[in-house]
């Protein structure tokens, strides 16, 4: 089994930040891209950004200059550091990890549970 534990969601005020962390644990044979989204009230689920086993980096252009994305390999986590928040970030945050299981597995994607995150004063 694999387990995606997400942390660091809340309620912030606008121009706060906040740090979202998500570690994959359990059976892990490799990780390539780690990612986040996000989905709003109404809204279909979209991409915030992602970054590959490498450290390539992906942004929404929504976010860009105001998100960092990270990871730490050796912990099999990634980080979202957000700042200048807006209310419409205001959303549940899902962590995704692409990944294999065993050497013979094949590639799938897992999720987070989801952690809330809203801006408002």
């Known amino acids: 089994q694999v387990q995606l534990v997400e942390s660091g969601g809340g309620l912030v005020q606008p121009g706060g930040s906040l740090r979202l962390s998500c570690a994959a644990s359990?059976?892990?044979?490799?990780?390539?891209?780690m990612g986040w989204y996000r989905q709003a009230p109404g809204k279909e689920r979209e991409l915030v950004a992602s970054?590959?086993?490498?450290?390539?980096?992906n942004y929404a252009d929504s976010v860009k200059g105001q998100f960092r994305i990270s990871r730490d390999n050796a912990k099999n986590t990634v980080y979202l550091q957000m700042n200048s928040l807006k209310p419409e970030d205001t959303a549940v945050y899902y962590c995704?990890?692409?990944?294999?299981?065993?050497?013979?597995?094949?590639?799938?994607?897992?999720w987070g549970q989801g952690t809330q995150v809203t801006v408002s004063s």
């Open positions: 995704n990890v692409r990944m294999r299981k065993t050497m013979l597995s094949p590639t799938m994607d897992y």
């Open positions: 970054i590959t086993s490498r450290g390539s980096t």
């Open positions: 359990g059976s892990i044979f490799s990780i390539n891209t």
